[in-house]
């Protein structure tokens, strides 16, 4: 079973999206499935056959995060050091390519949320930048070409 890094505040925010989804969105879709069958015949109840295809993604996504919790292993980012670049820093970097500043913050695996500036570390940019130090320069293949980022400050 293969492990992957998560700040505590991933692991928590991962928990308790678990426990909604299991608390509120599962019931509320038995109740749509309850309510479609009483319409009759189900072999023709297109509304029922999609309350049950929710039912399977949302058990899907039940089981994919039980999994990702299990596997989890919550690391002390407070503790890590700013020498580096590593999961949870706050990476404050030039576009080179574009002569503009950036700020990324590297999160856990799924725990993305770019309005925020937060990017997976197993994402193309969180891998080049992964062990990266102030000053250096990382160049980054992407399919749009290439990216070219200076650092210019870590913090936690």
Same mark, same amino acid.
């Given at each position: ?19 909604? #989804? ?13 309510r479609?069958?009483?319409? $009759?015949?189900?072999s023709?109840?297109?509304?029922? =056959? ?15 995060? =039980?999994s ?9 980012? =407070?503790?890590? $050091? ?5 999961? $949870? ?11 503009? =500043? ?14 925020? $500036? ?10 080049a #930048? #992964? ?14 070409g ?11």
């Amino acid at each position: 079973m293969r492990t992957y890094a998560v700040t505590a505040a991933d692991y928590e925010k991962l928990k308790n999206d678990l426990q909604h #989804l299991k608390t509120v969105e599962r019931p509320k879709l038995l109740k749509e499935i309850e309510r479609a069958r009483a319409h $009759g015949d189900i072999s023709e109840n297109a509304e029922y =056959e999609a309350a049950k295809h929710a039912q399977g993604l949302l058990e899907a996504r039940i089981r994919d995060m =039980e999994s990702k919790l299990a596997r989890a292993r919550v690391v002390d980012d =407070e503790a890590m $050091g700013t020498d580096t670049v590593l999961l $949870g820093a706050r990476v404050r970097l030039k576009d080179i390519n574009r002569n503009k =500043e950036v700020t990324y913050t590297l999160a856990s695996e799924g725990a993305t949320d770019m309005k925020s $500036g937060k990017i997976s570390v197993s994402s193309p940019v969180g891998k080049a #930048l #992964l062990g990266a130090a102030v000053g250096q320069t990382v160049e980054i293949d992407v399919p749009a070409g290439k990216l070219r980022y200076q650092v210019l400050e870590i913090s936690r």
